[in-house]
């Protein structure tokens, strides 16, 4: 290896050389990076390797090239200049380079060794090794280091292998733009035979840590032809991501590296679905490439074609916006895994989904219930959803695989309320698998969450029942009657009438709401509106938003306060703004003592920075003795886990589960979400200008309602 490397360096000094005639010692080192006594070194080097073809000499101050058998030199340059041109020569490169190069070896390597391949300083790789380490980290694996051996990373087979295509799909979604459906975009790269990157785009296509061919072209044949034959859908967007996996065991196979695998899983993953469809892809690629794949690798494919599924809700077109309609695939079969915790089919073809899931849906269902008051647990659909959906995301879970969702930014702007309820269940994923859910996998979650909030809403949209109460005679109560007809008529049902001394005797359990020409002192179950007698345009007002929106919760805005919004703050750290504003909560709201501790624990468990440089921290569990939310400013922006914020949004939810919030989120949701409003309200820190910006706020006539008691 040494000579290799050697030659490498001594043919870059060459090409800078013959490339600058004539150049000092001085310049020369400094271009190249190294001392002026390395480059003396290499010239001797140099000459003794190239005796009769090439020399070079000091001539008049500075190095010239002379070369006397061109045949020769050339043939060695080219050689050498071509595996120079990829050097990594940004941080981000060597770091990729870095952990494609460790994980490919066993044996230990030294950090002189690294910098001598690397052409860069023992400095630089040291500072590089801590990125490496990191991304490392995340996939379970460790970089050992021994005094006068180097280092080394250490980990399964399985964790290798996924680390490694992880690394080299992140290099090309930020090199070679491939993302999506990139069947196409696979085939030109490998058609180019220049490792995935493709001769077309210059160096920066040559990537080092690509520097093998990994025949992906004739993969893509084996795999689409296996798909085919056994009718198995994979989703687009797992296609990429697939094929990757399948090259990277291939080249780890032909290098004496597998995947070991115990009796009883694989006699489990035999049973699965993806089973036969493994070994079909197995087989041609045996054909094809002339490697033989043990039953232990094929398990290994089975693993990867259950995880590379996304089983959608069927949204029906008319829900969705326009930005997503059309785009998304949900006509992807189930991958069963047969296993604990996962579904098995039954004898009639229908999907049994195992206890533990339904546990695992259950809890999601029920975290989103108690952090946003918004009751989802009767809803059979939703529940089916999420326990398809977890089939395959349990997968990609336990075996740390990566799913990018190409739509990951429409379905979070379009969807904030369900993108929220779908990162607060996925707490529960956290801790049930061990593994962090990022936001492409939040994002699938969220259009089950998305579909099941819009029927809620079309449920509560049904025509109102209301009971008009008269302090006098029944012919005031007709006529008020006649008047809701004319301007309500589509959004009533029944309508009933009483004077105020029949309210004891009234069954409310169908009545939705009370319009009412006299005050009524007793408390009634449901909400009451005073109106005039003739139902004037102030009234009108009021009540279409209530009747329509068929909401009993209060108006957005009466969630806030000027007491507990705070203009103007320092941008000092995450930890010293929710201390203060914890302090401030203190001082004025019912709060326990752990409240701190509660939203540390939150934090730690994900970070609650929402996007647009908003921040909208809350306690674990509901704690509050009402619903309230407090408001921070910042002047500067503070970190907040791996992104920055300006807004910070603390909401405390009260323990009364019968309250609804939905409205309050809605609206807070579609402000936070609002990079326009969020640029707008920072500019004019004003408690006046965050009520303007509410949505709802001007038009929401249920700050007039007469709130039930009790």
């Keep these: 290896m040494a000579t290799r490397i ?168 930020s090199n070679l733009g491939i993302t999506g459906d990139a069947s196409e975009g696979l085939r030109a790269c490998a058609d180019e035979k220049n490792v995935l990157g493709g001769g077309t785009r210059g160096k920066r296509a040559q990537d080092p840590e690509l520097r093998h061919d990994y025949h992906l072209d004739v993969i893509a044949t084996c795999v689409d032809g296996a798909l085919a034959e056994a009718d198995f859908h994979v989703n687009a967007v797992a296609y990429q991501n697939l094929l990757v996996h399948i090259a990277i065991a291939v080249e780890r196979i032909r290098a004496g590296s597998f995947v070991p695998l115990d009796e009883e899983s694989e006699r489990r993953i035999r049973q699965t679905e993806g089973w036969p469809v493994a070994c079909r892809i197995a087989q041609a690629i045996e054909g094809a490439l002339s490697v033989k794949l043990p039953d232990g690798e094929i398990a290994y494919i089975a693993i990867h074609l259950a995880g590379k599924q996304v ?156 009971l008009i109460v008269c302090a006098s005679g029944l012919g005031s109560a007709r006529l008020l009657e006649i008047r809701c007809r004319e301007e309500f008529g589509e959004h009533l049902g029944a309508i009933r009438t009483a004077d105020i001394s029949q309210l004891g005797s009234i069954d409310f359990a169908d009545i939705d709401y009370v319009f009412t020409t006299v005050h009524i002192e007793d408390p009634l179950p449901v909400p009451v509106r005073e109106v005039g007698y003739f139902l004037d345009e102030k009234d009108v007002d009021c009540l279409r938003p209530l009747l329509h929106a068929g909401a009993s919760a209060a108006s957005p805005a009466s969630y806030f306060s000027p007491e507990l919004f705070f203009a103007h703050r320092p941008a000092g750290t995450r930890e010293q703004m929710l201390r203060f504003l914890t302090d401030e909560i203190a001082a004025r709201e019912d709060v326990p003592d752990d409240f701190l501790d509660q939203i540390r624990a939150r934090e730690r468990s994900a970070s609650t920075a929402f996007g647009n440089g908003v921040a909208m921290p809350h306690p674990l569990v509901p704690v509050g003795k009402r619903t309230f ?82």
Excluded at 646 to 671: G, K, M, N, P, Q
Excluded at 689 to 710: F, I, K, V, Y
């Design 629 to 710: 939310i407090t408001v921070a400013l910042a002047d500067g922006p503070i970190a907040w886990g791996s992104t920055s914020v300006r807004a910070v949004f603390l909401i405390t939810v009260s323990t009364d589960e019968t309250e609804d919030l939905h409205a309050l989120y809605d609206a807070l949701l579609a402000l936070t979400s609002d990079a326009g409003a969020i640029e707008e309200l920072l500019a004019d820190q004003r408690f006046e200008t965050l009520r303007r910006l509410l949505p709802g706020e001007m038009a929401n006539g249920q700050d007039a309602l007469q709130r039930p008691e009790g």
């Design 311 to 466: 089983l959608l809700p069927e949204v029906p077109q008319q829900t969705l916006p326009a930005a997503l309609a059309g785009e998304l695939d949900p006509a992807c079969p189930p991958a069963p895994v047969a296993s604990a915790g996962s579904p098995v089919p039954a004898d009639d073809g229908s999907l049994v989904i195992a206890d533990d899931v339904w546990n695992l849906v259950s809890a999601m269902i029920e975290a989103v219930r108690q952090v946003f008051h918004f009751d989802l647990r009767d809803d059979l659909e939703l529940r089916m959803n999420l326990a398809r959906h977890i089939i395959p995301l349990s997968v990609r879970l336990t075996y740390r695989m990566r799913l990018e969702n190409p739509l990951r930014a429409e379905i979070r702007a379009h969807y904030p309320l369900a993108f929220s309820f779908a990162r607060e269940a996925a707490h529960v994923l956290v801790d049930a698998y061990g593994q962090p859910v990022n936001d492409d996998e939040v994002s699938y979650l969220a259009l089950s969450f998305a579909l099941a909030i819009e029927a809620k809403k079309a449920a509560q949209q049904r025509p109102k029942n209301i």
């Design 6 to 173: 050697n030659e490498r360096t001594l043919a870059i000094l060459a090409g800078y050389v013959e490339s600058h005639p004539g150049a000092p010692v001085v310049e020369t080192a400094s271009a190249l990076g190294v001392t002026a006594r390395s480059v003396r070194t290499y010239v001797r080097q140099f000459n003794s390797l190239m005796s009769g073809a090439a020399r070079m000499a000091v001539e008049q101050g500075g190095y010239r090239l002379f070369i006397a058998d061109e045949g020769r030199y050339r043939s060695w340059s080219d050689t050498h200049q071509a595996e120079a041109a990829r050097i990594p020569d940004t941080p981000r490169e060597r770091v990729s380079y870095l952990i494609s190069d460790l994980l490919s070896r066993t044996d230990w390597i030294t950090l002189d060794a690294l910098a001598d391949i690397l052409f860069c300083s023992r400095r630089t790789v040291s500072n590089d090794l801590r990125q490496v380490e990191a991304y490392l980290d995340s996939f379970g694996l460790r970089l050992e280091k021994r005094p006068h051996y180097g280092i080394r990373v250490s980990g399964s087979e399985l964790k290798r292998r996924v680390c490694l295509a992880n690394n080299v799909l992140d290099r090309m979604s």
